[in-house]
């Protein structure tokens, strides 16, 4: 896959318009039908996205992203899309639909197809929607492809709803949605190595400040560490057993597992929610928790 960040000529495609935070169920549907038309029609596919989401720049907030940007950007790539148009959104942010769609759209990519979910829109005032790009696909010579909402246990799946399954521990329904786990990645950093002392060593990894936060807590993870994949647990928090006012961090202890991974990126995927955070009284009750604590995993 290509990344094109600056607008090029890039005639006749298969286009999935979207931001396309985490990638979830849905939008594979939309991105996998730009890829099959392309494929059955000898053109070639694009995903058209932005590097930021759209509501940080209309209501001035930080992003809080489902995944990193750059992960995204893989698992566009696995589905088979061959151009990747990151557009800069303050170049583009005041134009109509009709603008949107004649002189970024057409002018550039003069698209043969345009796939989008059910509640896409663009262009001010959200104005370019479904049943715009409808009604000019005749004029503008493309089809129009508007790809249904996607259910998963009866919820339409959308990233609001992972996000807030994420906010309030519910990876289970949040991986459902995603079709994978949900994970952050980061490079293991030293500890106080409290850990190793009571038998259970942990690889600590900033947690991504742009993430969406998961609450304190106990998780059953799996660690891709060296290309391996392995199970574990871990702990997002402050470790008030043994830190007064500590920063938060995640603390991976990682089953079966004796290598020096410092200064080494790991992925932590998560699979359940064990319980919340807690102080204890002291290391003794915190290694005999642990121990029930991975029982459950």
Same mark, same amino acid.
């Given at each position: ?191 106080? !190595? $409290?850990?190793?002392?009571?038998? +259970? ?5 900033? /947690?991504? @400040? =742009? *993430? ?35 920063? !938060? $961090?995640?603390?991976?202890?990682? +089953? ?5 991974? /410092?200064? @080494? =990126? *790991? ?31």
């Amino acid at each position: 896959m290509q990344i094109i960040k600056n607008l090029e000529y890039l005639k006749n495609l298969s286009i999935a318009l979207g931001f396309f935070d985490g990638v979830h169920a849905a939008h594979q549907k939309v991105i996998a039908s730009a890829v099959d038309y392309a494929g059955k029609n000898g053109l070639k596919s694009a995903v058209i996205t932005f590097k930021n989401h759209p509501v940080c720049y209309l209501k001035n907030v930080q992003p809080s992203y489902i995944c990193q940007r750059e992960f995204s950007y893989k698992l566009i790539e696995n589905l088979g899309i061959d151009y990747l148009i990151e557009l800069d959104f303050t170049m583009i942010s005041g134009l109509s639909a009709v603008d949107y769609l004649e002189k970024i759209l057409i002018k550039y990519f003069s698209p043969k197809a345009i796939f989008t979910g059910f509640n896409h829109t663009f262009g001010a005032k959200r104005s370019g929607d479904a049943k715009f790009l409808t009604d000019n696909s005749v004029k503008y010579g493309y089809e129009y492809f508007e790809i249904p909402p996607q259910k998963i246990n009866s919820e339409i799946v959308s990233s609001s709803k992972i996000r807030d399954y994420i906010k309030c521990g519910n990876v289970e329904s949040a991986n459902a949605m995603l079709g994978r786990e949900f994970s952050v990645s980061g490079e293991v950093i030293e500890g106080n !190595k $409290i850990g190793r002392t009571i038998g +259970f060593p942990t690889a600590n990894i900033l /947690y991504p @400040q =742009n *993430i969406i936060e998961l609450p304190n807590g106990v998780y059953g993870v799996k660690v891709l560490a060296g290309g391996k994949e392995y199970r574990g647990i871990a702990n997002f928090g402050s470790k008030p057993t043994v830190c007064e006012n500590c920063s !938060k $961090i995640l603390e991976v202890n990682i +089953f079966d597992f004796n290598e020096n991974i /410092y200064f @080494q =990126n *790991i992925e932590v995927k998560f699979l359940k929610f064990i319980r919340s955070e807690k102080k204890f009284s002291g290391l003794d009750e915190l290694k005999e928790q642990i121990q029930k604590d991975i029982k459950t995993c």
